[in-house]
């Protein structure tokens, strides 16, 4: 077996071997105009890539290390781990934060338990999650007409409410509408008082991938106004909604489900086996949750909650390890604080 970093001209090939946009090459590309340092390692049998891997390093302040942050990667092993140890030393990163690709229907057997012992048998613990480890998934290799039957009534009966009131939904893939989402962003910020990344993220997001076909802009129109606009990603035959934003006008009308359901639609048309919601709560969530709604949400589109591994963070240095942890748990207090008397 041979591990190297992986060549530009090795971008395609790399893509077709990761399984999730934002393993991507092109996601590394963006995620270094951002600023960060990126990694990428492949891993080669007979001379035939078969597995990669990238990583972003973020500069910690004031202390000049790193953390390390791997989503999305393939099952954590003994080849991974040595590599990602590597890269933490290379990048003086205090540790790496693993959340793998590897989820199982909830209550279907999984090997989560037992990847979850080896993490912790070395240098491993649980981190602080950045992704859910709960997401919804359609399969979309029914047939329309049994997907749509899959909708819970109410569900149904706003997609239908939605077409017979003439809302429509159409793709707006350019800068354009980047910006008219940037828009409709901002106000669901302010209405619903969460936080979200910068406009020159989601502009730099736009300048990487809108030529790449992997982000895809939607938007949902009534009555000449927009009152729902989503980015959707597109990778290796799956769909992701990662990012949605609704204006609070003409709500009667359910513009967000009939989105969904042209997702539903469009995933088809692309040949996606698999619509992804990127989370959700889990199996039995807290209605008085502030992320209930949208989990109410997903769920009525009849897809299967999928629990995945969880987030565990490799770490490099215990003793500063430890120091940040009690400092990135004062952080999370006072964003609380500051949310809940909306500073």
Known sequence: MLIRPIRSEEKDLYNQVVNHPLQSWQWGEFRQKTGLKVARVGFFKQGQLYKGLTVTFHPLPLINKNVGYCPKGF???EEQLAVLKQLAEQHQALFIKLEPNIGNKVGEPSAHEQVGRFLLANDATPGRPLFTKYTFQVDLTQSEDKLFANLASKTRYNVRLARKKGVQIFENTSKQGMNQYLEILQETIKRQGFYAHTPEYFQTMWQELGDSGMLRIFHAVY?????????????????????GAS????????????????MIRFGKEQNCTKLDMWGSLGPKPNENHPWYGFHRFKRGY????????????????????????????????????????RI
């Open 75 to 77: 099952m954590p092993d």
């Open 223 to 243: 009555q000449n106004n927009i009152l729902a606009s989503w980015v959707m990603f597109l990778f290796n035959n799956v769909l992701y909604y990662p990012y």
């Open 247 to 262: 204006r609070n006008m003409h709500r009667e009308v359910m513009a967000s489900n009939l989105m969904m359901w042209e």
């Open 302 to 341: 009849g897809g299967d909650l999928i629990e995945f591994l969880g987030t565990y963070d490799l770490v490099a240095n215990w003793p500063m390890y430890k120091l940040f942890r009690i400092a990135e748990n004062l952080r999370w207090k006072l964003l609380r604080l500051k949310t809940k008397l």
